[in-house]
T-cell receptor, first 115, second 112 residues
Framework: NAGVTQTPKFRVLKTGQSMTLLCAQD?????MYWYRQDPGMGLRLIHY???????AKGEVPDGYNVSRLKKQNFLLGLESAAPSQTSVYFC??????????????FGPGTRLTVL | EDKVVQSPLSLVVHEGDTVTLNCSYE??????LLWYKQEKKAPTFLFML????IEKKSGRLSSILDKKELFSILNITATQTGDSAVYLC????????????FGQGTRLTINP
């Protein structure tokens, strides 16, 4: 099992350009998440999905869009990149059960720089 | 607004020392508290605590939750250089999508 994979690993954009980050998981997880991590800020939730075809906003959704067309994939899009979106982006996934919470499995991250 | 605060933000100790990392929280409908270790890249799961006063233990690492006082501690005994990492505390504030609210993290450095 590859677990959670992310592409690309690194990317440099100019202000105003667009791009899509791809997250894939092979654990048959229902839930998927996109986070950004900035120095001193911890991880902040951008968007999440509770199943194929559904998405919802997290804590910091502005400037991002997402899609979950297939259960195993969760895409994060930046339509018009801004320097404030320079960050490390992590994708995660987890099971859906009746347990109080389930461990989230994280991908290796994408380092994005917007000039 | 849900909030998770970790302290200290940074800690430098010598190999063999014991360290205690703190995590306090204010969330609605608390369900669980999770600890993660982040070295170079992806955070990796350490513990999940849902009941107050129960200690979770794995080797030299242990954690306890106090739901009355709204905090958790992570202890690491006989520290090794491989324990150097950022330790993240996260709280699950409800059912459904299992969204997590993360603290800022504590950067732990173990010097030989």
């Amino acid at each position: 099992n590859a677990g959670v994979t992310q592409t690309p690993k690194f990317r440099v954009l100019k202000t105003g350009q667009s791009m899509t980050l791809l997250c894939a998981q092979d654990m048959n997880h229902e839930y998927m998440y996109w986070y950004r991590q900035d120095p001193g800020m911890g991880l902040r939730l951008i968007h999440y999905s509770v199943g194929e075809g559904t998405t919802a906003k997290g804590e910091v959704p502005d400037g991002y869009n997402v899609s979950r067309l297939k259960k195993q994939n969760f895409l994060l899009g930046l339509e018009s990149a801004a320097p404030s979106q320079t960050s490390v982006y992590f994708c995660a996934s987890s099971y859906s059960t009746d347990r109080a919470y389930n461990e989230q499995f994280f991908g290796p991250g994408t380092r994005l720089t917007v000039l | 607004e849900d909030k998770v605060v970790q302290s200290p933000l940074s800690l430098v100790v010598h190999e063999g020392d014991t360290v205690t990392l703190n995590c306090s929280y204010e969330v609605t409908n608390f369900r669980s508290l999770l600890w993660y270790k982040q070295e170079k890249k992806a955070p990796t799961f350490l513990f999940m605590l849902t009941s107050s006063g129960i200690e979770k233990k794995s080797g030299r690492l242990s954690s306890i939750l106090d739901k009355k006082e709204l905090f958790s501690i992570l202890n690491i005994t006989a520290t090794q250089t491989g324990d150097s990492a950022v330790y993240l505390c996260a709280v699950g504030p409800g059912q459904g999508a299992q969204k997590l609210v993360f603290g800022q993290g504590t950067r732990l450095t173990i010097n030989p």
